[in-house]
């Protein structure tokens, strides 16, 4: 997996779910930081059960002290404070409190509040919380006893395993994130969805449209998709007019080509003898444009759906084998050696002509670019589940930027070629109709290597 996958920043959705997630985090921190350094409020409420448990588990030290002085009892607590886990406060009538250490002036407007209500309370003030007041005698004289440092109070009655501030900092920043990334996939999830149409559109899938999860939105992008899909119908309908202009104009051609190939017969056989030349070249001429219209009534066929198939099985091994003899025979004149390396009994669900076309297509490309005395190897492999055949030649190969357009119609890497360009692309076509795969690729050594996949089901 290439690194750019991995790094957020590589995308447009990585980029606003940060930008959104970074700027949350920031406005959580600040609010937080401001609540904490200003607010003054306290909240009081009724004991919750674990605060009740701690009243059972205390026992109560036996106070004393002279007359109206409390230094004893000022004594005993702040000994008893030192090592205590919750720290004794004992307020009088006269509202004088006695413990150390001495809280804010704050807590002893929350205990006065306390003290008004009726019945136990636990108040909290930022992160610090009082239980009481509890009535407790001393010496014939009556005291308010509160504890300090019990258990929080539950914040807005939120699970107790959020009562941690930073627990609840936590689930800020992930529930922001989680927030950021909706928002942000919302933006992109469209900008995705159009460019695997515009992908699917550039290779061919006139049809592609961005759809309704794009066109249904009422901003920007789902304007952004209905232009696109707009522009998307018109250059369907232009290319389809193009190939139906193709297809006509090269089935009208056929009719003046056939009565020109009579009409030639006849003048051949009233001909004197020294025109015998120029009605061989008007007839080699007359059978070139024959195949390059058939070739091209054939493409169109396949462009529009018009092609008749009829599938069934094919023992592709003798099927390669026809085709290499024929090509073996024309290649003699010019000594090129062809040598096959066939896998037998090999049989596929196929349309027969379909295949002999595809083979012969590609095996006479080969055959056309390879030098005299030259080899042409075509070998076969087989799996479970599908067919390859290779057909290696020893040419001179083709430009590496140029191979994505080797199956281009009308393509020719060399413009002095006879050839119309239109072989390979009628291979592509064929092959894909079968679920296949057709490839091209450079030799090390020289010369070009094209791979054909056919799956077997």
């Known amino acids: 997996m290439h690194w750019r996958k991995l790094n957020p920043l590589g995308s447009v959705l990585g980029k606003i779910w940060l930008s959104f997630w970074i700027t949350l985090i920031f406005i959580v921190l600040a609010v937080y930081f401001v609540s904490f350094q200003v607010a003054q409020t306290y909240q009081i409420a009724p004991p919750a059960p674990r605060h009740i448990d701690i009243l059972t588990n205390i026992v109560l030290p036996d106070f004393t002290y002279v007359g109206n002085d409390y230094t004893l009892i000022a004594n005993e607590l702040e000994a008893y404070n030192a090592q205590s886990r919750l720290q004794w406060y004992l307020v009088d009538s006269a509202y004088q409190m006695l413990g150390t250490p001495k809280p804010p002036s704050r807590i002893l407007v929350m205990l006065s509040e306390m003290i008004d209500k009726e019945g136990m309370q636990v108040g909290q003030w930022r992160s610090e919380a009082w239980l009481g007041p509890m ?269 994505a357009r080797l199956f281009d119609p009308f393509y020719r890497l060399d413009q002095t070629n006879t050839g119309a360009g239109l072989g390979l692309n009628i291979a592509l076509q064929a092959v894909q109709l079968h679920n296949g795969k057709i490839t091209a690729s450079n030799n090390k050594d020289g010369g070009l290597t094209v791979e054909i996949l056919l799956p077997l089901t």
């Open 135 to 403: 009535d407790i005698p001393i010496n014939g004289q009556n005291f308010r006893l509160f504890l300090r440092g019990v258990p929080n109070l539950p914040p807005a009655n939120l699970p107790f395993w959020m009562e941690s501030q930073w627990v609840r900092v936590v689930f800020a920043l992930v529930v922001s994130g989680l927030m950021s990334l909706i928002l942000s996939w919302s933006i992109v999830r469209p900008l995705e969805k159009l460019r695997t149409t515009t992908k699917a559109l550039a290779s061919g899938t006139l049809d592609a449209r961005a759809g309704s999860s794009v066109s249904r939105r009422s901003d920007e992008i789902g304007e952004l998709g209905r232009d696109f899909d707009d522009m998307a119908s018109r250059i369907e309908k232009l290319v389809a007019a193009q190939k139906r202009l193709l297809g006509n104009v090269s089935h009208e051609l056929r009719s003046p080509l056939t009565r020109l190939q009579v009409a030639m017969g006849i003048v051949r056989q009233k001909s004197p003898p020294e025109l015998d030349k120029a009605l061989n070249r008007i007839e080699r001429e007359s059978d070139r444009l024959e195949n390059l219209i058939a070739q091209i009534l054939k493409l169109s066929r396949f462009e529009n759906d018009m092609l008749h198939v009829e599938f069934q099985k094919v023992d592709f091994s003798e099927l390669v084998a026809k085709v290499v003899e024929d090509a073996r025979f024309e290649s003699s004149t010019r000594a090129v050696t062809i040598t096959d390396d066939l896998v037998e009994n090999c049989t596929l669900f196929a349309d027969p002509q379909l295949m002999h076309s595809i083979v012969d297509n590609v095996l006479r490309n080969a055959l056309r670019f390879s030098p005299e005395n030259g080899e042409l190897r075509v070998e076969m492999t087989h799996t479970k589940k599908q067919i390859s055949l290779y057909i290696i030649d020893q040419g001179p190969g083709v430009p590496d930027d140029k191979l």
